[in-house]
């Protein structure tokens, strides 16, 4: 009974990442559609990605006291199906106004599924006692992946983006269902029912509170930014950087972003066995050197070719330590409450990383500003894990701490 309860929560908690994924990519998409469809210039459109961006993260703020009242697996089952709804809704509605509010619901939906499902993940890893989560984020990649297949070959055969939107949302919205339905119902920590009265909890929850921004935490925060930085140097430059800087053709050009994302998404979905067999501290060092390495080649590599190399091996090489660094809230904090807030420190990083990049290269020069984030990554592998933690803590160990943390 117990391991198929713990089946069900597994696979309920990645199905959040497949539709968290599979709505985003709808989005992305279909995002210059939209831009033209709506009349937007080039200004009001940079716009509405800082409004997109700055909702998300004021969202995430704002749940952290309903994610400690209700949990965040009660915030997810809502969350996961307003998604794909309000990303439909962008290619209903009329006027730019109209747009503008419906770029804010989505933004609201989709920094209220990050900060939950992360947590979710976080939490049912403790709950099941083996990693799962690179193989939830795994998920996401192949989400947004099939997202962004599939709406290519609507706009090629000429589908109109509310109609697009409108069938994605309609076959989003049951797997959400679905997964929001099969996911425990937990008890928040520390509330009543969860393994003591409120009166004696709250010193408990005190001490989670302080613990959930320790020097500890603040580590991790430091390595989800950079990781970030990282990720956003390949999205955002990595095409960029070949066509202007090595002269390679636009096919070749973006071969650097599909070769980052397949090489990223494989990864992922080998991650979990990486991370029994290895360990978090000894997976997480080696990622992030070959990362770098990855990096620094994809930046100052003279072929074309050989750069794409490079930026598949940072995806390779990378793809665990997102997915390390949130399991490493899990240890700090088996709450999720530090899951969710490293949730806007990750979504900071991406914010901002592609800003900074652009802002060091018209200084630097586009190959420098990208090269530099290479010794950023190699860094993060002397600041998280922490030494210790082995194959040992992230099998074995778990349950026990999730029943202290219950």
Known sequence: MTLTVS???HRATTALFLVSGLSFGGFVVRSAALKVEHGLDDRAYGLTSVLFGAVAIATMQALGPLLRRVGPEAVARVAVVTLPLAVALLGAVPGTASYVAAIAVVAAANGALDVSMNATAVR?????GRPILSGCHAAWSIGITVATLAGTASLAAGVPTAAHLAVAACLAVPVALAAGSRLPVVAPTGAPGAGGAPASARPAEAADATRSWSPAFARVAVVGVVLMVAEGAALAWGAVLLHE???????????ATTAFTAAQTLGRVVGDRLRAAWGDARLFRRGAVVGACG?????????PVVAVGGFALLGLGGATLVPIAYAET???DPSGRSAARL???VYAG??????AIGLLAAGAGLTAAVALVAPLLAASALILPRAGHDRTRTSTDLPQRARQAG
Not at 245 to 255: E, F, G, Y
Not at 350 to 355: D, E, H, I, K, S
Request: charged share 20%.
């Open 295 to 303: 990096l620094a080649l994809g930046a100052l590599a003279p072929d």
């Open 350 to 355: 991406v914010l901002a990383g592609p800003a």
């Open 245 to 255: 800087q090595r002269d390679a053709s636009l096919a070749v050009a973006a071969a």
């Open 343 to 345: 949730s806007v420190f």
């Open 7 to 9: 089946r069900t929560a």
């Open 330 to 332: 899990g240890r700090l």
């Open 124 to 128: 049912a890893e403790q709950r099941i």
